[in-house]
Nanobody, 125 residues
Framework: QVQLVESGGGLVQAGGSLRLSCAASGRTLSPSTYTMGWFRQAPGKERAFVAVISWSGTSTYYSDSVKGRFTISRDNAKNTVYLQMNSLKSEDTAVYYC????????????????WGQGTQVTVSS
């Protein structure tokens, strides 16, 4: 199975940008075949869908709250998925998690079988 590790979080001013990375590794022969998603969880809130990308990298889907500001991408040669976050707002503050799924366009947490530990993103005014 795959193991996932997020990085790139931190403190950023409103309107700024961050690029999150998620590195996949483990015993799995071909981790690049998995659908990959990003979720986030703010204090006191449920873990919420952010974006998903197909194994080929050609199909993506975003939540309405981030569409036009965030871009998900992947580099299968590096076994890495990215989340480029631009025009950040205070409401984007959350712990961001990457996850792997066997299903295309999975938007529910129950559809994912592997999760990273999360990386904190804090947007200040």
């Amino acid at each position: 199975q795959v193991q996932l590790v997020e990085s790139g979080g931190g403190l950023v001013q409103a309107g700024g940008s961050l690029r999150l990375s998620c590195a996949a590794s483990g015993r799995t022969l071909s981790p690049s075949t998995y659908t990959m998603g990003w979720f986030r969880q703010a204090p006191g809130k449920e873990r919420a869908f952010v974006a998903v990308i197909s194994w080929s990298g050609t199909s993506t889907y975003y939540s309405d709250s981030v569409k036009g500001r965030f871009t998900i991408s992947r580099d299968n040669a590096k076994n890495t998925v990215y989340l480029q976050m631009n025009s950040l707002k205070s409401e984007d503050t959350a712990v961001y998690y990457c996850a792997a799924s066997h299903e295309w366009n999975a938007r529910m947490t129950t559809q994912y079988f592997a999760w990273g530990q999360g990386t904190q993103v804090t947007v200040s005014s």
